[in-house]
């Protein structure tokens, strides 16, 4: 009877204790219902089993149940069904390049308004921090602020730049809201952005900014910023031109479970026509130094919880994400069994959740990724942008996958 076990505590260097048997087997995954203690969860089972694809009021089904493990063994169900045992790192590191944004979102804690109580990244500063990366760099994830200071030219150079210094290093920029803004700022339109940012060596998108999809919250939340509607239009047109993306999802504030069943839904309609996520990550809110007036975050149930539904709802996602910076790294590693298949990365430095109240380290070494994801029964690979492996990365990725996944001992 093959089975995983996901230990969180009993190792003081993947941080483990035993906290749940999954079963592996399809004759024990048929006998499921057994083991379930939600009553409503039986009708998402066999939907599961065929897969079949989830409906809403099944995604709000889901968040209102208070089976935890029942949720998470659908999940990890669906995940192997789908995507296998292989989970994803990347050796990554984060460029926020600007924190002066004029678009007063409240649940911010990154944006300063004024220029004096900001800043912004020299091209020299960035090259730096690309030229001090230890090793081969795999993935140079660059986010920042809306800020009317910078002029158009900057934007193209910064890649130019990082090209330059590391030519191997795949360049994923700029949020649809970043792509908007600089639409409107510059009076082009959302293809000319993309082709100039293109010609200078982008290689894929990011997926923030989407925050939750719903007219209500936009409305008192992030008005001044892109829309629900005028997110997945520009995730269209990158998808169009041929330039993938990720997509998110802020939870745990303000918003309804049936809000978040839409956004998923949304999304998963989107990618329906046009493929072009590559990710999804959900991004659990932190409640520190913001304007929106709430006390508190997710809790872990809920972020496992919410890993869980968005592998049962986004069924033509075949990455999600654990992002290990907002849950830190023992709630990621046990997301590896509620339906997560990456990890993120090394990071290195990350101030946007960090200024939010995130009490997580800024960097992880590629060992310790490794180590987690094993401990986990899951086959670590290496990946750059495009979720393809790195040519460093090649003989070390074909040996782990000849790996069959042990359980770690209680």
Known sequence: MESVVLSIGIDSQAGIQPLLLLPKSRSI??????????????????????????????????FESDDLAGVGCLADMARDQRVGDKVYW?????????????????????????????????????????????????????????????????????????????PETHVKAFTMVELDFFARKFKRTIQEVLDELLEAGLDACPG?????????????????????ERWLEVAEICHEQGVKTNATMLFGHIETFHERA???????????????????????????NNDLEVEHGPGAQDILKTVAVS??????????????????????????????NDIDGTVM????????????????????????????GRIPMERDALYQSPAWADKDNRSERALIPEPVAV
């Open 29 to 62: 995954v048929r006998r499921m219902n057994s083991s379930i203690t939600d009553t409503k969860l039986l009708s998402i089972l066999d939907k599961v089993m065929q897969d079949k694809r989830l409906s809403v009021e099944d995604g709000v089904a889901l």
């Open 90 to 166: 990347v050796r990554n590191l984060h460029i926020n390049y600007t924190d002066i944004c004029a678009k007063g979102c409240k649940f911010c804690a990154f944006a300063r308004i004024l220029p004096e109580d900001g800043y912004v990244y020299s091209h020299e500063q960035t090259a730096r921090e690309i030229g001090d990366y230890p090793g081969h760099l795999a993935e140079a994830h660059i986010v920042g602020g809306c800020n009317g200071k910078i002029p158009w030219e900057y934007y193209p150079e910064m890649i130019r730049t990082i090209k330059r210094v590391s």
């Open 349 to 376: 430095q990350e101030k946007i959740y960090h200024r939010a109240g995130a009490p997580t380290a800024m960097a992880v070494t590629p060992s310790r990724l490794r180590r987690l994801i094993k401990s986990a």
């Open 311 to 340: 592998r049962l709802m986004l069924d033509n996602f075949k990455h999600i994400k654990a992002y290990w910076i907002l849950m830190g790294e023992r709630l990621a590693q046990i997301s590896l069994v509620f339906g997560a």
């Open 208 to 228: 923030g900014g989407a925050e939750i999809f719903s007219t209500r919250l936009h409305s008192y939340m992030f008005r001044h910023k892109a829309g629900p």
């Open 262 to 288: 839409v956004h998923l839904d949304k999304l998963r309609e989107l990618q329906d026509k046009t493929g072009g996520f590559q990710a999804f990550i959900p991004l659990a809110y932190h409640a520190d």
